[in-house]
């Protein structure tokens, strides 16, 4: 019977359904019996080459998943309320938001900084202005 020597090692899981790396997204709320009675509401967004959360109605993470950043991303997210979203693996550059397909502003970006606004949502993009 074998024996193990040392510490072991943290136990790790990996999707074998195909090639990729699986890619985990935790979305932590921090509360107990008094100030949490209930969990927010969660949900995926996905655009192929980015994934996230659409939180609560009122906030919107996406990241990148691809190895290089991109120039543009496409979701929808349907709320009455203000969200704050924040789209991590932009490449650098200037950004027009659009809401529904009206731009609702421009930011420029450095790299590896993330684009954040806030907006009443539908279905927003946001495209490098050097690729239009």
Known sequence: ??????????AE??????SSFSKYLTVMQIGD???LQKMADISKLSD???TGAFINQNRVA????ADVPQLSLSYSAKSSKKMLHVIEG?????YRVSLNGKSIREQSIQSM??????AVAAA?????NNSI
């Open 1 to 10: 019977m074998g024996r193990i020597l040392g510490r072991q090692s943290p």
């Open 13 to 18: 899981a990996e999707d074998v359904t195909d």
């Open 33 to 35: 019996s008094r100030t």
């Open 48 to 50: 192929g080459v980015f």
């Open 62 to 65: 996406m990241f990148n998943t």
């Open 90 to 94: 932009l490449a650098a550059g200037s």
């Open 113 to 118: 900084e993330p684009l954040f606004f806030e």
């Open 124 to 128: 927003t993009s946001a495209s490098n």
